[in-house]
């Protein structure tokens, strides 16, 4: 609940310090460059380092990369159907191909599952989401802001983005304990990750902003919180009698509302920002109501 709090209490911060021009009007600009070069390589050092990987966790950890692909497939073809912008489309799947499994997932897997079953979702969202964010991500937030941009740039921005390079030192140095001291370092930075982004997509969010982005915000929340996690459920259907509960929190992840790392890239990309910071804003409150329908219809699998 303090989670759900938090993640209300800021968003409508930013809010506040938009109309009370608290903030100078680019001030978001600031806060999402600390939240990719500081807080989420702080994050991914703190959460991914001394994890053990095995071939159970195969299923649960490629549920994200499943959810991406899906995502540039139907929203690429989309695009070009519709003739939308390269940035609308960038948004589109940046905003529904990545899914909220930390700061939503993991509190509403605790409510519905238990503590019991939180290390699948520390493992979906770390070894998943935050991989594809790090890796296809970068790439697609760099394909759809300039289309010109070869090969040779885009495989530079991925591999100089701060959060992979980050969880290629975590994995690497695995069986090194880091110090204390080292270790409270990366926690508080990683901890301001949630709060500052929250803030910064405050403080862009307008209600003009749906003006001309409704059908594609409709879009959007419609393969996010329904289509997407259904495709997911069938394409990993014949794993269901493996590990029951695995599968149904798996496919509970993926119904998470947009993450909000992949809104900040997009945004730092200028892949529409009005159309992501509405995506983050009422998927993420639409998801509140979505995912108890979820569970109850997960229960019966």
Known sequence: MSNIVILVACLLIGVVLRKTQR????GHLALNA?????????????????????TKLLLPVSM??????????????LGRVMRLTPEVT?????????????????????????????PIGILIDQLGTYLVLSTLGIAVASIYA????????????VITFPPLIALVLA?????????????????RLGGTLVPLALVSVGLQLRLDQLRGNRVFLGLGLAFKLVLGPVLILLLLWSARDWDGETFRVTIFEAAMG???GGGIVAMQY?????????????????????????YLSLRAL
């Open 23 to 26: 903030m100078p009007e680019d």
């Open 34 to 54: 600390f939240i990719i070069n500081l807080a989420l390589p702080a994050l991914v050092l703190g959460s991914i380092h001394g994890q053990v990987l095995t």
């Open 64 to 77: 994200p990369w499943l959810l991406f692909g899906l995502s540039v497939m139907i929203f690429g073809t």
């Open 90 to 118: 960038g948004a589109l799947i940046m905003t529904t191909g990545l899914a909220n499994t930390s700061f939503v997932g993991l509190p509403m897997i605790e409510a519905f599952y238990g503590a019991k079953d939180l």
């Open 146 to 157: 300039a289309r010109s941009a070869s090969w040779r740039q885009i495989a530079i921005r």
């Open 171 to 187: 994995l690497a140095s695995a069986s090194i304990a880091y110090p204390p001291w080292l270790a409270a370092v990366f926690a």
């Open 258 to 260: 947009p993450q909000i």
């Open 270 to 294: 200028g892949l529409s920002p009005p159309l992501v910071t509405i995506m983050i804003g009422a998927g993420i409150a639409l998801s509140f109501l979505t995912l108890p329908l979820w």
